[in-house]
Nanobody
Framework: QVQLVESGGGLVQAGGSLRLSCAASGNIFNINAMGWYRQAPGKQRELVAT???????NYADSAKGRFTISRDNAKNTVYLQMNSLKPEDTAVYYCKYSQSVFGLEYDRWGQGTQVTVSS
């Protein structure tokens, strides 16, 4: 199966930028989509941005115009560029791949990376 490792999180002031990376390894095949999700303390995990295998993207309303999801197929890496960060963006950010194996779809998650935005 696919193993995912996120990096790039940290502490940033409001208005600043961060770029998260998600490096994939292992059996990287039949990937239908990849995406970024986040979970703030006391809240449910929520979608931030996704990209299908064909490159179609989808963003949460809170991310539109500020965040950009992209990928580098040669490096098996997905990125999330985050600009104009706000304190409410503070959360643990997770990368997810949706993989088909023998007709069944599985979600593969990374361990998460903390993003903290100070006001």
């Amino acid at each position: 199966q696919v193993q995912l490792v996120e990096s790039g999180g940290g502490l940033v002031q409001a208005g600043g930028s961060l770029r998260l990376s998600c490096a994939a390894s292992g059996n990287i095949f039949n990937i239908n989509a990849m995406g970024w999700y986040r979970q703030a303390p006391g809240k449910q995990r929520e979608l931030v941005a996704t990209m299908t295998s064909r490159g179609s993207t989808n963003y949460a309303d809170s991310a539109k115009g500020r965040f950009t999801i992209s990928r580098d197929n040669a490096k098996n890496t997905v990125y999330l560029q985050m600009n104009s960060l706000k304190p409410e963006d503070t959360a643990v950010y997770y990368c997810k791949y949706s993989q088909s194996v023998f007709g069944l779809e599985y979600d593969r998650w990374g361990q998460g990376t903390q993003v903290t935005v100070s006001s």
